[in-house]
Every structure is written in C-alpha cells, then in structure tokens.
C-alpha cells in the first residue's frame, strides 16, 4: 500500500520550452501532495505544498509563474516548469500524505530533469 | 520554523557494526519524526517513524530514540550489512497541516 508513482522518470527537453511532471498517490487519496528538489548529494528543497482543489502553497525563493503546481483530483498532481533552462535541471520528487489524516508522507520515484 | 540539524554528514562502518544517526530539532510543538533511506538515484523510503509520545521504536535491526526534553532523536542500526548503503534523511513535523522539514543527510557506507 501507501504508493506513489511520477510520470515521466526521465525527460529532456530544450531551454524555453515547458516540461509537466505527474505525481500520482495509486492506491490512496492524497488531499496534499508536495514537490521537492534535489540537488546532487543535497537533500530535499520543499518548492510547494500542493492542496486538492485550492492553490498551491509556494516556499519562498520558490517563483510560482514558472513552477505550475495544478492539483485537480485527490490522486493526481502536476508540476509544470514553464520556460525551462538549464538551472532549473534537477531531480524532482514528488510525496502524497494520506488524506485520513496520518502525517506520513510516501515520495514518488521522482523525474530527472535535463535542460539543454 | 523549525531547524533540523544531522550528524554526522558521513558514516562508515564494517558489516556487522552498530550506526548511529543524530538529529536535533528547534520547534518544542514537532510531534512527529520519520526517517528515510535513500539508495542512489531513488526514491526516499520510510524505515521508521516515531510520535511523541513514545520514546523508543524498534523494527527488527532498526531503532528510533526520541528525547522530547533535549529535543533530539536518532536512528540505531545494528548489524549493518552492505545493502544498508545509502544516504539517510531524519525529519521533524508539528504534523497537523505542517510540512517535513528534512535534515541535510547522512551517507552510509557498510563495508563487507
């Protein structure tokens, strides 16, 4: 139980074009959903709390117009990274915390980014 | 905010040794301490967690201690065997609506 999954693993793309990531809980409902970045050998950067049917909460430092965080059912969420350059290459993790209420939270696989 | 500080950064012990991971934490109303393991290019997984309201948990090789009044937990392998190779994240919550906030990491290597 308690699984995540995030489409796609692996995607390159162009600089100035957009990349959307998918993060979905498969086997519970995930009323908050957060994305993180990681950098090599770094641990994990909260860029967003993501919430069903409301905005998402950004962290700050966080640009929300270039970072799209729609989270329109209680198992799917999407990152959108608009305009995309090659400082914005990262490792993306996406988690789910189980909308009956437990504080855990259980990451997605998470999608590399690469930026040309 | 809350503050969660790791030690140490890095751990290397022989297959069969004891591993100890420290995290201290700054905010008194964090109630709630996962940790995670993360091998190589995958996905943080929960091994453990604790609520404050214990002090101690314990999963076959792998333990968490809390001290609520020092304000700091750790993470106790005993036996380490190679596979348990991997970068270890402590986090610290208030729980309720509040997010993780993750410490910087311990890499550990169990040497055969």
């Known amino acids: 139980g308690a699984v995540v999954s995030q489409h796609p693993s692996r995607v390159i793309c162009k600089s100035g074009t957009s990349v959307k990531i998918e993060c979905r809980s498969l086997d519970f409902q995930a009323t908050t959903m957060f994305w993180y970045r990681q950098f090599p050998k770094k641990s994990l950067m909260l860029m967003a709390t993501?919430?069903?049917?409301?905005?998402?909460?950004?962290e700050q430092g966080v640009e929300k117009d270039k970072f799209l965080i729609n989270h329109a059912s209680l198992t799917l969420s999407t990152l959108t990274v608009t305009s995309a350059h090659p400082e914005d290459s990262s490792f993306y993790i996406c988690s789910a915390r189980d909308s009956r209420g437990q504080e855990t939270q259980y990451f997605g696989p998470g999608t590399r980014l690469l930026v040309l | 905010g809350e503050n969660v500080e790791q030690h140490p950064s890095t751990l290397s012990v022989q297959e069969g040794d004891s591993a100890v991971i420290k995290c201290t934490y700054s905010d008194s109303a964090s109630n709630y301490f996962p940790w995670y393991k993360q091998e190589l290019g995958k996905r943080p997984q929960l091994i453990i967690d604790?609520?404050?309201?214990?002090g101690e948990k314990k999963d076959q090789r792998i333990a968490v201690t809390l001290n609520k009044t020092a304000k700091h937990f750790s993470l106790h392998i005993t036996e380490t065997q190679p596979e348990d190779s991997a970068v270890y994240f402590c986090a610290a919550t208030p729980g309720g609506y509040s997010t993780l906030t993750f410490g910087k990491g311990t890499m550990l290597l169990v040497s055969p």
């Open positions: 993501s919430n069903e049917g409301s905005k998402a909460t950004y």
């Open positions: 604790i609520r404050s309201n214990v």
